[in-house]
């Protein structure tokens, strides 16, 4: 029998128009599209081996045994692949992050872009890019956006296969960088999956999903063009209204500590001084901080003078998921 493994590495994304809240959760169909860039140099790297003798899915993530609902998300693709590929063998699969789980770091869109890619390969399918990234999403949405390289759009779509990302530009298209400044490396109390399930509470959602369509054209123009100025406008904006939804549903979910507003505060002022940065932050209080590749350096020694930031990671545009062995 052919040896049914394959290793795969890929990116996570910071979304510079945000996925908040979900129409079909069976397939994590978005309630709006949402535009991305990948994070090069932060990886997930997975192993899927479909092994003959094993009664059940096995999942070990940093070294450690994973069971319950992160084990549930993992073999959902599983299934998937599967279906699609007629084996009924359960699997073995080996995920490593290099950098923190859980923080608003999007662990989850890595890690699942790199099981889709692993399993799929690895049960024998040959998948276009567009089939793959449906796939990634049916676990965590924003991993839907892992699989293309670069500046990616994602499709909020209808049906399985309509919900799918799509590169805008290649990784090599605008020397951006993002400087990702960590205040708390603490598994955020309320996951994104959760956050989701709430965000129709709030009276701001259905205001933020009528909008969204003017927020991506103006994101995507300005990242074909690279505008700095239009995108850091509409990158800010995209991600208060966000935070402004999470902050007025029922549960309200803040995810904003005291070194966040700091850091916003001071990227808007530096800006107004003519650097060129703006600020971003997911369900979590890390901020992510875009700038030039040229300014990397002086906006991360800055970043790491505010009160609270414990260390600055650095990423640039990332490629797409890929298969390494
Ligand atoms: O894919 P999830 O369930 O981890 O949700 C991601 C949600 C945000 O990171 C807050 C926004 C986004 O579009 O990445």
Redesign the pocket.
């Given at each position: 029998m052919q040896n049914l493994k394959a290793t795969s590495l890929a990116h996570p994304?910071?979304?510079f128009?945000?996925?908040?809240g979900i129409k079909d959760h069976e397939l994590t169909l978005p309630v709006n599209g949402?535009i991305?860039m990948n994070l090069a140099g932060l990886e997930t790297k997975t192993t899927v081996e479909f092994i003959d003798d094993q009664q059940k899915d096995e999942l070990q993530l940093n070294g450690k045994e994973i069971s319950g609902a992160g084990l549930d998300r993992v073999t959902k693709i599983l299934d998937f692949v599967r279906l699609a590929a007629k084996i009924k063998l359960a699997a073995k699969v080996v995920s490593e992050n290099n950098f923190p789980t859980g923080s608003g770091i999007?662990s989850?869109?890595s890690g699942f872009a790199a099981l889709a890619m692993a399993a799929s390969t690895a049960a024998g399918l040959s998948l276009e890019t567009a089939a793959l990234s449906s796939i990634a999403r049916l676990s965590?949405?924003?991993?839907s956006?892992s699989i293309p390289g670069g500046f990616v759009e994602w499709f909020q779509g209808e049906d399985h296969s309509s919900s799918y990302s799509k590169s805008i530009a290649p990784q090599d298209h605008w020397k951006l960088a993002d400087c990702i400044a960590i205040v708390n490396q603490e598994h955020k109390p309320i996951?994104?999956?959760a956050?989701?399930r709430i965000a129709t509470s709030s009276p701001l959602q259905s205001a933020r999903i009528q909008d969204t369509d003017r927020r991506l054209d103006i994101c995507r123009q300005a990242i074909l063009k690279k505008d700095f100025t239009a995108l850091a406008e509409i990158m800010e904006i995209d991600s208060n209204i966000?935070h402004g939804v999470m902050i007025s549903s029922s549960p309200s979910l803040f995810y904003w500590d005291p070194p966040t507003l700091e850091i916003m505060r001071s990227v808007t002022d530096w800006r107004k001084d003519g650097l060129a940065v703006a600020y971003t932050i997911?369900?979590g209080p890390n901020v992510h901080v875009i700038c030039n590749q040229d300014n990397m350096e002086p906006v991360s020694d800055r970043l790491k003078t505010i009160p609270g930031v414990n260390q600055v990671l650095t990423a640039i545009p990332g490629g797409p998921a890929k298969i390494i062995d």
């Open positions: 994304n910071i979304a128009i945000k996925y908040w949402s991305s999007a989850s869109a965590s949405g924003s991993a956006r996951g994104s999956m956050g989701h966000m997911d369900a």
